[in-house]
């Protein structure tokens, strides 16, 4: 089991694994997301306070999750590669990363639209929408650092660190925010909702959460491919790979015409 | 430890050849003080609340503007690869440079504050505990800035991407600093906020030279 996992830690290893995985994920995703969405959308009775509109909890919870998820995995995998020096495992982490933000961005989206119905107002500067948005400018300070550095080594290595530094502070971002809110502003707008959630709505909630899982893995395979094609360019077995000689005959070919 | 303390002198006498730089950040301190009156109004109720949070972002604001140079020069002239060739633990060196930087870049905001405090009409009560939430949070600013400058140390536009890493990372110290006043102001007492302030710096200081001696590794390494 080790030696397999070991043994897929190489990207030229791990490259086909990923193409085989990630389509078996994306269908997963979208056959959850479609099954979790009709439930939503359509089975969940409406709210008797909130109407219909508290329906984009179906999309906005689940990005939340995710939002804090990513963050977490790409920690992880910046421990794996900070403290065994492969380089699969700065690949992923610089693969999580634009779901990560996607996924904050989507759940502060949501969020508003949600807010300006329920509370009358599209922002409030509440625990957890605050601490929501710095997570989402940790995702834009990783995916800058990683991009300004040319060396790819040294890209992912300081990558890790910030991972890891800003995975330490997560959580002591959102107690301080959390405390701060509860000095300043009292319990104006509580986000916490009661346990008297119905049981339909619940399940939906919980198919949209792991259909956003799904997504985000699916997202990261596909994405760490082609981190690893870029980066593993100059390698024979690239040039072997059927896709890159397809493409490089679809070239040369393009070229005589020309 | 001699190292320790033959890093601190070194800075310091360098920074005071150059006063200039010391000087321009504890200016912007200032000036950027008593811009929000004019921004927000002279209303001296209005003053009074907003006044922690405007001397603790300036604090946050002067202190990120130095934290470039913290290794910059000595990554240009090749000061720091003997460092970190040298025998002594690159932590220790890293922790005396970010001591060196605090005295340079936080000490004399946190001598300043009281000052500017007068402007926003600060009770005195309140003035010693703004100079006390900045005397326990500067540090954690140079602490965290540290790692920031060793990450993007040698990168392109790395000043503007420094601000972008390190300023979500200063939210505890922001709202542990400015609220230990407001807490004060408001009668509530400001132990508690204090208590975390120096939670959070010795935390920061236990692992704050580790990480950015790694990053310094790293940038070195390439």
Redesign the interface.
């Known amino acids: 089991m080790i030696q397999k996992l070991f043994f897929y830690a190489s990207p030229q290893n791990f490259y086909p694994l990923a193409g085989k995985l990630w389509p078996v994920f994306a269908c997963l995703a979208t056959g959850l997301t479609v099954w979790g969405l009709w439930l939503g959308m359509f089975v969940a009775p409406t709210d008797f306070q909130q109407g219909q509109g508290y329906r984009i909890i179906f999309v906005h919870v689940p990005a939340s999750w995710m939002s804090m998820v990513i963050y977490l995995a790409m920690a992880f995998w910046a421990l794996l590669g900070l403290t065994f020096n492969t380089r699969l495992s700065g690949m992923m982490t610089k693969a999580l990363a634009p779901t990560g933000a996607i996924c904050a961005f989507l759940s502060l989206w949501t969020g508003a639209l949600w807010g300006k119905p329920m509370w009358g107002t599209w922002w409030v500067w509440d625990a957890r929408l605050t601490s929501e948005l710095i997570l989402f400018f940790l995702y834009l300070g990783h995916i800058a650092l990683t991009n300004a550095i040319d060396d790819p080594r040294r890209a992912d290595k300081a990558g890790g660190i910030l991972a890891l530094v800003g995975a330490l502070n997560v959580p002591v971002i959102y107690f301080s925010v959390k405390w701060w809110n509860t000095l300043h502003q009292g319990a104006s707008v509580s986000l916490t909702k009661g346990s008297s959630m119905a049981q339909v709505m619940l399940e939906a909630m919980l198919i949209m959460g792991v259909a956003f899982w799904m997504y985000a893995v699916a997202m990261a395979l596909y994405r760490v491919r082609s981190i690893i094609l870029v980066r593993e360019r100059h390698t024979q077995w690239v040039a072997e790979l059927p896709e890159v000689k397809a493409q490089m005959m679809k070239n040369t070919a393009g070229g005589a015409n020309a | 430890m001699s190292a320790f303390f033959a890093i601190v002198k070194r800075d310091l006498t360098l920074a005071l050849r150059r006063k200039n730089e010391v000087i321009t950040s504890v200016f912007f301190f200032v000036v950027v003080a008593a811009l929000f009156p004019l921004g927000i109004g002279p209303e001296m109720n209005t003053l009074r609340l907003v006044a922690p949070g405007i001397l603790w972002v300036g604090a946050l604001l002067a202190s990120m503007l130095s934290l470039g140079r913290m290794f910059a020069t000595d990554y240009a002239d090749g000061t720091l690869e003997q460092m970190a060739l040298s025998p002594n633990s690159l932590s220790l060196m890293v922790a005396a440079k970010i001591l060196a930087h605090w005295l340079l870049s936080g000490l004399p905001l946190v001598l300043l504050a009281p000052i500017l405090g007068l402007q926003f009409d600060l009770s005195s009560n309140a003035l010693w505990v703004l100079t006390l939430s900045l005397l326990l949070g500067t540090p954690v600013l140079s602490l965290i800035g540290a790692?920031g400058a060793a990450?993007?140390l040698g990168?392109?536009?790395?000043d503007v991407?420094l601000s972008?890493?390190v300023?979500?990372?200063y939210?505890?110290a922001l709202?542990?600093g400015a609220?230990a006043v407001?807490?004060e102001i408001s009668g509530?007492g400001a132990s508690a906020h204090l208590s975390?302030l120096a939670a959070?710096v010795l935390v920061a200081a236990v692992?704050s030279p580790w990480?950015s001696a790694?990053?310094l590794r790293?940038?070195l390494?390439?």
């Not at chain 2, 990168?155 to 790395?158: A, D, E, H, K, S």
Request: hydrophobic share 65%.
């Open positions: 790692v990450l993007t990168v392109r536009g790395g991407l972008l890493l300023l979500p990372l939210v505890p709202v542990f609220g407001q807490a509530l975390v959070l692992f990480a790694a990053s790293i940038a390494e390439s």
